[in-house]
């Protein structure tokens, strides 16, 4: 009888023990995935959040690029500027666009490197194909539309301005003066078209201090321009009287004019061969009339 309940006692002990163990081992994997299960819901949550962000940003950049489009747009309406895109280079002065017009640069003059051949002409040519050939560009015209050839007058910005009477845009930006800056043009105003002149001939004057470009070739460059003669003018007019010309008399005197600006701000049409103003630096098509419009 006392073995039996010992037998009893010890059985109701293993069955506890086994029971314990099942219940240990059972739960064991039940706690592991769900371990894995919030890591990988954790996971989830930080690609969501990176996704999300990244998204966020695109958005941001996309915004701004419309932003400065719609900017881009309106200063491009302001100035009158036209979007085009440069097809090939005649010369350092006059490109042809993709809509086969040619556009003849405002307020500058490159040594010739066509018909005929001028010092630094090349190298002007070049370097115009060097900066506009296959570019898109903005044009702006000044006051005329065409020349006497046809050609459409025009400034060319390299990028749109903020302020188009900004000297530091207008010496980063412009072509124009780019051409002047560097030495491949010399300022050559013809009016109406001035409303950049006095910067061209500035940018010019420091050109020819440091001798860049054309300027190397001597204080008149190599072609036709609004600095031709100015120091020997500013030379003559300190040492003499201006000399008026009399129509009625029989002694006509000589006037000297820098450029073409001033000779208009007295002949608004400009003078023949026959007239005491005349000179033939100021005719560049040898037409015997100097400083027509």
Known sequence: MK??????????LLSIF????????????????????????????????????????????????????????????RFHLE????????????VELTDNRKIRLVGVNTPESTSRIEEYGKEASKYTQ??????????????????????FLRIIWLDIPTDDMDESEIREK?????????????????T?????????????????????????????????????????ASKINSTSTEQDYDSSSNEVGVESFINCTELKKIYPNGVGSDHPAYASKHDRDKDGWACES
Not at 48 to 54: D, N, R, S
Not at 174 to 180: E, G, I, K, Q, S
Not at 208 to 221: D, K, P, T, V
């Open 3 to 12: 073995k039996n309940w010992l037998l009893t006692i010890i059985g109701l």
């Open 83 to 94: 979007v085009a895109t440069v097809s090939r280079i005649v010369d350092g002065d006059t």
């Open 192 to 232: 109406p078209d001035v409303k950049y002149s006095d910067y061209f001939i500035k940018f010019a004057r420091e050109a020819r201090e440091n001798n860049i470009g054309l300027w190397a070739f001597g204080e008149n460059g190599t072609t036709k321009g609004d600095l031709d003669g100015e120091k020997e």
């Open 130 to 151: 060097s900066q506009l050939e296959g570019r898109q560009v903005w044009l702006q015209k000044d006051v005329s539309d065409t020349d006497r050839y046809d050609r």
């Open 18 to 77: 086994i029971a314990g163990c099942t219940n240990t081992s059972s739960s064991a994997p039940l706690d592991n995935i769900s371990e894995e299960k919030i890591e990988t819901t954790i996971e989830n949550k930080d690609n969501e959040k990176e996704i999300l962000a990244e998204q966020d940003e695109q958005a941001k950049k996309q915004l701004e690029e419309l932003e400065k489009e719609k900017e881009q747009e309106e200063l491009a309406q």
């Open 174 to 190: 412009m072509f124009n003066a780019d051409l002047v800056i560097n030495g491949f043009a010399e300022p050559s105003t013809y």
